[in-house]
């Protein structure tokens, strides 16, 4: 009996995973305050194992990963085309009334980690113990999609020529004036992502050669997923001032300082496995 149960427990295993908790979109900023999100993950796996002890681990997972940032007062400057009937060099002033622009993507994630288990006890044999398990390794996660959305009380844009010295507001015209209630939306453009994978926590026997995995993970990002090179968080158009196009905070820049310093992942958090 003892050899049977044994033999079922180095089975290599088909596994089914759910997880969540702290799902991040991990990045710092000096003008505005950052947010973790919570998301989380499904996937299957297989594991194959070399003895009773160790064994290596891979499959698939689909990942949420969720942020947002949050600034009651934002302001950004940068240079911009001289309007028309205006002179000297022009910089476009905008300040931002509670903004907030939250994020999230979806990324499929390869994991490759390395296992191994103990019996909790040995004292009973191998029949009815329940292991400890512990796996590290890695992962390549893929982004499949990518949002953000932002809003804003208000924005309140003014011009400042170098020529006169002089700020320029209250122009519509020039849209030199200040909107309410902005909101805007659009893709991320993220690239793919490296990170370190740890997971421990109790396999427990059910029946047969099924397992029940009950434990704790954390997914680190090593890299830099942020492809696009900053630009303007407001984009001004001489042919069309009072039409601006708004970007994502994660993607811009004031002056020529980027917004946030880098975007990596991190989670962690609660998983269960099913194996069969």
């Known amino acids: 009996m003892n050899i049977c149960v044994l033999q079922a427990q180095i089975e290599n295993e088909f596994i089914i995973s759910a997880s969540g908790g702290i799902s991040a979109l991990h990045y710092k900023s000096e003008v505005a305050n950052a947010s973790t999100g919570f998301g989380g993950s499904f996937g299957a796996g297989y594991v194959y194992f070399f003895n009773d002890r160790w064994g290596i681990s891979t499959g698939i997972e689909a990942a949420l990963y969720r942020a947002d940032a949050q600034s009651d007062n934002l302001h950004v400057e940068y240079p911009i085309a001289t309007p028309a009937g205006l002179q000297g ?42 292991l400890f398990y512990v796996a590290a390794g890695f992962k390549l996660a893929f982004p499949v999609s990518a949002k953000y959305n932002q809003s804003s009380t208000s924005v309140t844009t003014s011009g400042y020529s170098d020529y006169t010295e002089q700020t320029y507001e209250r122009m519509p015209n020039h849209g030199f004036t200040a909107y309410e209630s902005v909101k805007s939306s659009g893709s991320l453009d993220f690239g793919l992502a490296y990170m370190l994978a740890f997971e421990c926590g109790m396999k427990w026997h059910t029946s047969g050669k ?22 303007e968080l407001l984009v001004y158009t001489a042919s069309a001032p009072s039409e601006y196009r708004y970007n994502s905070f994660l993607q811009s820049q004031s002056g020529n300082q980027p917004l946030v310093d880098k975007v990596s992942l991190f989670a962690i958090g609660i998983k269960l496995k099913w194996s069969f």
């Open 89 to 130: 060099n022009f910089f476009l002033r905008a300040n931002y009334e509670r903004f907030k622009e939250t994020h999230s993507t979806i990324l499929l994630q390869i994991p490759v980690m390395l296992q191994f288990q103990v019996p909790v006890t040995k004292k009973f044999g191998y029949s009815d113990t329940d």
């Open 210 to 231: 099924n397992f029940l995995y009950t434990g704790i993970y954390s997914d680190y990002g090593l890299n830099n997923i942020n492809k696009e090179d900053a630009h």
